[in-house]
């Protein structure tokens, strides 16, 4: 079993960044692929990023390429997602999640078993 737990939303302006974090309990996280997804109001969940279980592959969706990183931790216990340049279309709540399987690296919401409670990121114009 693996709880997470994410933080660092918040309220800012376009322009700005944010530091994401997903801090996980439980077994082998070291092991599990995460992924970070988003949801805005009335709109379906997406994928953003997601790293591999030792940090030597990511994935971003096209409108965080450049933006966005995905980086871990795993002696933390932790996943980050650093948001640069943030536009007011980034408004969400964001989810990080974490693979039952280890060593394999879904993009599909689906595919991901553990997810944290979300941090709401609001970005104003």
């Known amino acids: 079993q693996v709880q997470l737990v994410e933080s660092g939303g918040g309220a800012v302006q376009a322009g700005d960044s944010l530091r994401l974090s997903c801090v996980a309990s439980?077994?082998?996280?070291?092991?599990?692929?995460v992924g970070w997804f988003r949801q805005a109001p009335g709109k379906e969940r997406e994928f953003v990023a997601a790293?591999?279980?030792?940090?030597?592959?990511?994935y971003y969706t096209d409108s965080v390429k450049g933006r966005f990183t995905i980086f871990r931790d795993n002696a933390k216990k932790t996943v980050y997602l650093q948001m640069n340049s943030l536009k007011p279309e980034d408004t969400a709540v964001y989810y990080c999640?974490?693979?039952?399987?280890?060593?394999?690296?879904?993009?599909?919401?689906?595919?991901?078993?553990?997810w944290g409670q979300g941090t709401q990121v609001t970005v104003s114009s």
């Open positions: 999640a974490a693979d039952y399987y280890f060593r394999r690296l879904p993009v599909l919401a689906g595919d991901y078993d553990y």
């Open positions: 439980g077994r082998a996280f070291s092991d599990r692929g």
């Open positions: 790293i591999s279980w030792d940090g030597s592959i990511v």
